[in-house]
Nanobody
Framework: QVQLVESGGASLQAGGSLRLSCTAS????????MGWFRQAPGNEREGVAT????????YYADSVRGRFNITRDDDKNTLYLEMNSLKPEDSAMYYC??????????????????WGQGTQVTVSS
């Protein structure tokens, strides 16, 4: 079982930038799909960005494409989400996820077996 620990959440004003980090307790899932999801109160969990580490192929939700960037530092066993031009609608709890999926990395929550506890991002207008 892997433990995923997110950090970097904050409260900030619209237009700002933030970087979230997620450190995994093991490297067991380091070559499978990983990613970030978010959930705002009253909403379902939404896939934000995923990455297939072996070839660094990335996938983004339409709502964040061009503003967010997902990367992974293999040496640090850490996943990042750089968020730019933040909007109030980006406010949510952000979760790091890991999986046993290889190849295409879906943006659907049931596909991911391992979830962190989340880090809160609040964007004010």
């Amino acid at each position: 079982q892997v433990q995923l620990v997110e950090s970097g959440g904050a409260s900030l004003q619209a237009g700002g930038s933030l970087r979230l980090s997620c450190t995994a307790s093991t490297r067991t899932y380091s070559r499978a799909c990983m990613g970030w999801f978010r959930q705002a109160p009253g909403n379902e969990r939404e896939g934000v960005a995923t990455i297939y580490p072996p070839i660094r192929r990335t996938y983004y939700a339409d709502s964040v494409r061009g503003r967010f960037n997902i990367t992974r530092d293999d040496d640090k066993n850490t996943l990042y989400l750089e968020m730019n031009s933040l909007k109030p609608e980006d406010s949510a709890m952000y979760y790091c996820v890991a999986s046993n999926i290889f190849g295409r990395c879906p943006l659907t929550a049931p596909s991911y077996a391992h979830w962190g506890q989340g880090t809160q991002v609040t964007v004010s207008s």
